[in-house]
């Protein structure tokens, strides 16, 4: 019993030293995405924009996106700059898509029978960060998907970079900058 | 002769002096919006976003919309500050809304069926101004909008003030900010 007690405090020590070591060097908090360790960007939603989008998922609902880009990306989709420099970082804000019966009662007299929709609630969050050596083997990209704030699991992020492979020839991005 | 060529003279001199003076107020610039003398705010394309919407003009085509905010705007918009102070502006770009087959391909992996919409080309802007005093007579808020860096004409700006008014109790707004 002595040896079995021994050996159960040795694997919790053990298991607490790994844990922390991890977090310390900022790749698996709870808090950050699995495989990357990215975090939340503080004031991501402040970004300045840099395109809106709509998906129409068969039988999964709708949303309305918009992608924001901190200074370092803003600056390179402005000048068409590919590869996009280290420090680049595009955050994908989803959210739902509502009909909105206040606008459409609106825009019914000057336009009648328009459809207007607006944004609901935030759905999730995407992050891709630019750092050409740390993330070498995923086109220089590290990424993360979070949900209420918690970053998705390691399936969901072992998908985001082959899902982004065929933007290939415009540095992995999807979105582009419209005046 | 002489007579006709000296009132020729003063009339053209005089609406020189008048066009000049409406000029130097800033009032009816070609470059400014009609009745309320709205320009184009510098820069504004980098605000904050505030939200984003969608619509679709029955037969006259469809839009993605985003709605962003100069830092005091947005700072009421965060706070739920109403009305919203003198000095608040809001832009509302509004882009043509196209289908994306380089999206759809590969959504259509992972989310068979998924529709793709992106912004296409920027139809128009349109700004919202605050200032209480100057613009007392429609609810504090001056109005414009740009197509191709040109305001629209009279009778355009002559809709704005009433088509905002059944969001009176939000200040005017139809845009609500989401997180």
New interface residues.
């Given amino acids: 019993m002595k040896r079995i007690g021994f050996l159960l405090l040795a694997v919790v020590t053990v298991a607490g030293v790994v844990a922390h070591m991890v977090r310390a060097t900022g790749q698996s908090d709870e808090d950050s995405s699995p495989i990357y360790g990215v975090k939340i960007p503080t004031g991501y939603?402040?970004?300045?924009?840099i395109?809106?989008?709509?998906?129409?998922?068969?039988?999964?609902g709708e949303q309305?996106?918009?992608q924001?880009g901190n200074d370092i990306a803003?600056k390179a989709f402005k000048e068409g700059t590919l590869p996009f420099p280290d420090g680049s970082i595009i955050a994908a804000v989803h959210?739902t898509?509502v009909p909105?019966e206040?606008?459409n009662?609106?825009?019914d007299?000057?336009?009648?029978?328009?459809?207007?929709?607006?944004?609901?609630?935030?759905v999730n969050v995407q992050f891709m960060v630019k750092d050409s050596k740390k993330y070498a083997a995923t086109g220089g990209w590290g990424f993360a998907d979070f949900k209420d704030g918690k970053p998705g699991d390691k399936a969901l992020h072992e998908?985001c970079f082959p899902?982004h492979a065929?933007?290939k020839d415009r540095d992995y991005i999807?979105a582009?900058y419209?005046?």
């Fill in positions: 939603r402040d970004w300045k924009l395109a809106v989008n709509q998906l129409l998922f068969a039988g999964k309305l996106r918009a924001l803003i959210w898509r909105s206040d606008n009662k609106v825009l007299g000057p336009f009648p029978g328009t459809q207007s929709f607006v944004i609901g609630s935030l998908a899902c065929p933007a999807f582009r419209v005046r």
